[in-house]
């Protein structure tokens, strides 16, 4: 477990996020994980079959009267032909909305408020990890069923437990460190290229840059040497970049090879341009983190990288508009891959969703591009789709279903009733919504 100082800089630089987690506790899962190391990952049942009158498959197909049909941890068949009616149901989503789990694709899924109740709060070893394992749980049930949390080294145990199938969470990669922009002080480009190769040694799934400063002071804090340094070495061992980036560092991330973009603001429309011709995944954030900040005043008062006063907080006031600007832009030019990435800090973890409605109410977003940059394209944002991000047989059983249809009412997002995370039902409140 990392020092707490360590944490907070790394949660207020991120310049992201806050709540208290306190959604009720579903009643127990229908099934519950397995309890062994030996038999993880093994449903109780063999063979379930869903029954679904609306499915949206995450791609951008709307399927009606479906069968879904699940073995172990894997979909074995979307079945849409006309049903006789007389087989079994194992669970009956009719009325519901279907779709592959969601993916977060930029989190902090340690980040939690001290014992103080602060940002800066600090706690025992035992107080973080808990807390870690509750943003995990909370964020399983708002039907996250995969995060990319980006990062921390106290990620790795997490992720390794809620692998094993012995903690209940989404299935999580990390960036575990980030290479922290200092300017000449990051290092040379040979020792910049070591950080990355460290990083893979500790069990990094991606490599996270940060290439500027915060959302009001954007300058870039890595030269284009040290930039290329990175994306170039990440490469050579198989990861992917995510890059913190703001105004000049967006282009010149992109120009550089690096994957994916985060944040983004100061980007001009020949920016995004630039990203779409190159197929650089671009992952802007419309409203939760600011949200956060602007609800959760009292606890991040004061901590490192925050105004000193509560007053200081209209500047996010000022940004939030911003933000909107840029995601409606974005959502316009043709061929961009834009990703759904919240940047949950303490306090947003399970509320991960309101990033949806803050997309399509104040930014225009379409619904359904909404859904699936949360599905099939952040499985492919991930390197993932050939496992995740789909319904379609051959892929991990991610299903959840929603009380209402988000093309319709965006705020049914809400409402995640069932969530089933490789053929293990972790949430099922249907007999509420269908009542
Ligand atoms: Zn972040």
Known sequence: ??????????????????????????????QTPAQSDKIVHTPIQKRIVIAASKVLDGTGRALRNVRIVIEGSRIVAVDTKRHSGSERIDYDLRGLTVLPGWIDSHVHITASYGSNG???????????AYRAASNAWFTLMAGFTTV?????????????????????????LTSV??????????????EIRAFVRKQKVAGADLIKIRASGGMTQGAMTLSQEQLNAACDEAKKQGLRTLVHAYRDAVRAATLTGC????????????????????GTYFDPQAGLLLE????????????????????????????????????RRASKI??????????????????????????????GVDPMSAMVSANSLAAQALGMSNQIGTIAPGLEAD???????????????????FVMKAGIVYKNETHRSTQ
């Open 259 to 278: 994957s994916q973009i985060e944040h983004g603001l100061g980007a001009s429309d020949d920016d995004l341009k630039l990203m779409a011709a190159r």
């Open 399 to 417: 299903i959840i279903a929603l009380d209402g249809d988000p093309l319709k009412d965006i705020t049914s997002v809400r409402r995640v009733v």
């Open 118 to 128: 602060k940002n800066d709060g600090g706690g025992t070893p035992q107080e973080e």
């Open 334 to 363: 043709t061929g961009l891959k834009i990703v759904f990435g919240t940047d949950s800090l303490a306090g947003a973890h399970g509320l991960n969703a309101e990033e949806f409605i803050d997309r399509v109410r104040d930014c």
């Open 292 to 327: 956060t900040y602007l609800r959760n005043k009292d606890k991040y008062v004061g901590t490192p990288y925050f105004p000193k006063t509560e007053e200081g907080f209209s500047v996010f006031e000022k940004i939030l508009p911003m933000n909107h600007d840029l995601m």
């Open 148 to 172: 990319q949390s980006v990062g921390s080294p106290a990620d790795v145990p997490l992720r390794d437990a809620i692998a094993k199938g012995t903690l209940p969470g989404p299935r999580i």
């Open 1 to 30: 477990m990392h020092s707490a100082s360590m944490r907070t800089a790394k949660i207020a630089l991120c310049f992201a996020c806050v709540l208290c987690c306190a959604g009720r506790i579903p009643p127990c899962a229908a």
């Open 177 to 190: 460190e980030w290479l922290m922009g200092r300017g000449e002080q990051t290092g040379t480009p040979d």
